[in-house]
Structures are given as C-alpha cells and as structure tokens.
C-alpha cells in the first residue's frame, strides 16, 4: 500500500509563503523609516529656510526704509552743515572787526592810562608801542616820583611787569628815566568785573 504524506507537502509551501511574507515586510518596514526621516529631514530644512528667507526679506525691507529715511534728513544734514560753515565764516569776521576796533582805540586807551598814572614831578618825553609793550621816557624832580610812577603803573590792571631800565641825573634836582611794560587791553580784572555786574542784574 502507497502512503501519502499531504500535512508534510501542504506545511512546506505554508512555511515558505510564511517566511517571503517577513522578508518582504521587513523590507517594506525599513523603506517606509527611510521615507519618514527624509520627509522630516526636508521639512526641517525647509523649515529653516523659509524662516531664514523671512527674516533676510525683513532685513531688506528696514535696511530699505532706513535708506528712505535717511534720505528725507539730508536735506536738513546739508543744510546744518552749510549754516555751521556761514556761522564759522561770520564768528571769524566779528573777531577780525574786535581786533580792528581794538587796535584803532588802543594808542587813545594807552595814552590815557599812561596820563592817569602820572604823578606829580614826573612829566614824559617819549612814548613808543610795539606789540603791547610800552616804552616811556621822561623827567622827573626826584627819584621818588619815579618811584611813585612805577608804583601807579603796577597798580593799573592794564600794565604788567613796569621795568626801569635807566635812572640818570640830568642836572640839579632833574632825571632822566626810560622804562617799559606790557599794556593789556582787557585785562582780567576788567573782565571778571564787567561780569559780575552783568549777573548782578
């Protein structure tokens, strides 16, 4: 009698379908990880780009904006810039018309306080300026009204350092001198005065 063993011959097919079926779905499962972490690779990147694309188009846009701005103001830019140039040219005329004014007033201011200082036997021959400094020469009755002269001078705050540079008899009870100072035409005393009253008021 012939046997036929079926269960041996229908479970070796079974198995064998059984096993493509893991192999091909581990091959299946492996793709679609694949996939997933491209798609979420892309959506990362881009992601970051559209938010970097984003912030550079923000950037562009104040960049042009300030651009715009900054061409409003330089109207008014140049236009400072050319008052600061007029204010410059018209502070340098006012001082070159204070220096003219003081140089025409300066031989009379001289003139005058060389007079006020002056004191009794004591009377002048000469008198040079150049550039601030003062030379006198004259007479006087006795050495101590030259003296007293000196003394006037260095007490005026327009004079500085009186020098006498000679002292001689000339006869009886006369001298001859010749001294120099600086002569200021403002001086600080003046100047520190003048403002006190100005604050006064």
Not at 93 to 120: C, F, T, W, Y
Not at 179 to 197: D, E, H, N, W
Request: charged share 25%.
């Amino acid at each position: 009698m012939i046997k036929i063993n079926l269960v041996a011959e229908v479970a070796a097919p079974a198995a064998a379908r059984r096993a493509r079926r893991e192999v091909s779905l581990g091959v299946k499962q492996g793709d679609l990880i694949l996939l997933v972490m491209l798609a979420l690779s892309f959506v990362v990147v881009g992601g970051n780009w559209y938010l970097l694309s984003s912030k550079r188009t923000n950037l562009q846009n104040q960049q042009q904006e300030l651009q715009a701005e900054r061409d409003k103001l330089q109207v008014y830019i140049d236009k400072v810039k050319e008052l600061e140039v007029k204010r410059d040219a018209l502070k340098h005329k006012i001082e070159i018309i204070d220096k003219l004014k003081e140089n025409q007033h300066g031989p009379v201011r001289i003139m005058d306080e060389v007079s006020r200082a002056l004191p009794d036997l004591v009377w002048l021959t000469t008198m040079t300026v150049a550039n601030n400094v003062v030379t006198l020469e004259g007479k006087a009755m006795d050495e101590n009204a030259v003296a007293n002269y000196i003394a006037n001078l260095d007490a005026s705050p327009f004079f500085q350092e009186p020098t006498l540079l000679d002292l001689s008899r000339a006869g009886q009870d006369v001298f001859n001198f010749r001294l120099t100072c600086v002569f200021t035409y403002k001086p600080p005393q003046i100047k520190s005065s003048t403002g006190a009253a100005g604050g006064g008021q």
